[in-house]
């Protein structure tokens, strides 16, 4: 207790929807010959990419991505796929559709072409026709950007007092388990001053408990706005808070308490346990414990990946300051799970002396508290402004070669293509259980 005390529709083989996850999931691409079963129905799509469907050009990038090596494209082709990029890209920003901006990027710099994308937003796309979608949706709500910023007036001193002596009546009815009379009066503090970060704690916790979501959040997403340092020890106190398990699940309430559900896998076996460890403590103190640590299925990671769902687009920006590597990749999570964040350690492994060892320990710190109060920052400044936090991580996926980490060649493309998939489908299917 806290102050109470792809969707994609079907082409020539069932498996797609699997293949194009596994893209997404920065599995290596599949045999030549299996382009072969997709690239006619491509070609027409990347021709008519202003009028085919999005779902269809998304899926048609999503799979370019994953199987074709861009120093093959002649000149005519690359100025039609750079055609397509920049219509998939203009076309998602209308429907507000990361998914499409994050391919469309993607590709391009795969392709090694900047997007020459629209300045006005284009007109809101038309209703698609085709098929329903056949895997599952991963939910979310409105983003926080869309929502209008609460702005509590300014109370005076004596309605601050009054306000605070209305809590405390509150809570006296709450320990009596007089719930519906205790939330009256927190309302009635926050009608007197909408400012009361205790108020607005309890409030959403007794809207929590009466299954109000959308209420619940609304009295979150106002002690985000505040800002306060009082403010947000109560957002972070929600997670330990039992009257918030019935909306835990909510994007909402993710998004305003920078709750997540986090996974972190280990793909260098014993020459990664020891960064694996300091994550996963890390995290801990930073009240994100992770709920399962294990090992990835893909070994051998130069590079640690961070898979994050839109939602926790800002709390994955933290758990990126957590993994200190600078070469760390961001990717949004396409495919059904429970988790909201799943962390793999990589590392290049280099040999010294005849033994394998990482080439950078990233265990080192000088001042190991220093460096925990300086994420606690990032951890407030993510909950003060969710929005520009998440534009820093859109910024970072979107355009890779922002990334300050300049590594030779042979090490990129041992990130750009894991293990060899000879069976997709079920090696996905496997991947993350």
């Known amino acids: 207790m806290g102050q109470h005390e792809v969707t994609l529709p079907t082409l020539r083989r069932t498996t797609a929807p699997r293949i194009v996850a596994a893209v997404l999931l920065m599995a290596a691409p599949a045999l030549a010959d299996d382009w072969a079963d997709y690239k006619g129905d491509c070609d027409d799509i990347f021709r008519s990419a202003k009028t085919a469907t999005l779902q269809r050009l998304k899926e048609c990038t999503g799979l370019w991505v994953g199987y074709i090596d861009p120093s093959k494209v002649k000149p005519p082709e690359q100025q039609t796929l750079k055609e397509a990029f920049e219509a998939l890209y203009n076309r998602s920003t209308a429907k507000s559709d990361d998914e499409g901006q994050y391919l469309a990027h993607s590709a391009a710099d795969r392709l090694g072409v900047r997007l020459a994308v629209a300045l006005e937003t284009p007109k809101a796309e038309r209703v698609e026709d085709g098929p329903k979608p056949r895997t599952a949706k991963v939910e979310d709500d409105e983003p926080t950007s869309r929502r209008k910023r609460c702005s509590p007036s300014e109370a005076s001193a004596a309605d601050r007092g009054k306000a605070r002596k209305l809590v405390e009546a509150g809570i006296k009815q709450f320990k009596a388990k007089k719930r519906a009379k205790a939330l009256a009066l927190y309302e009635q503090a926050l009608e007197v001053d909408s400012s009361n970060e205790d108020a607005l704690y309890n409030v959403a916790a007794e809207y929590s408990h ?5 209420d619940a959040v609304e009295a979150l ?3 985000q706005d505040i800002g306060t340092p009082a403010a947000l020890k109560r957002l972070k106190a929600t997670r330990a808070d039992s009257d918030f398990d019935p909306i835990r699940e909510s994007p909402g309430y993710k998004r305003a308490t920078g709750y997540a559900r986090i996974k972190v896998v280990n793909s260098l076996g014993e020459l990664g346990e020891d ?11 930073l009240e994100m414990k992770p709920e399962e640590v294990g090992d990835d299925k893909v070994k051998g990671r130069e590079t640690p990946v961070i898979w994050f ?5 800002a709390t994955a920006y933290v758990v990126k300051q957590v993994v200190v590597h600078p070469g760390t990749i961001l990717t949004p999570i396409h495919w059904e799970t429970e988790y909201d964040l799943i962390v793999s350690w990589g590392n290049k492994i280099i040999k010294k002396d005849g033994v394998k060892q990482p080439a ?3 265990t080192e710190s000088a001042d190991p508290e220093k460096q925990l109060d300086g994420l606690r920052q990032e951890q407030d400044k993510a909950l003060r402004e969710p929005e520009k936090v998440a534009r820093k991580v859109d910024n970072v996926v979107a355009t890779p070669e922002r990334v300050e980490y300049k590594v030779e060649s042979s090490v990129k493309r041992a990130t750009d293509t894991v293990d060899k998939i000879e069976k997709t489908g079920e090696k996905l299917d496997k991947l993350f259980k």
């Open 210 to 214: 009466a299954d109000r979501a959308e």
């Open 221 to 223: 997403t106002c002690l």
């Open 275 to 285: 960064e694996t460890d300091r994550i996963v403590k890390t995290l801990t103190k």
């Open 309 to 313: 769902k839109s939602h926790s687009a």
């Open 360 to 362: 950078k320990d990233y």
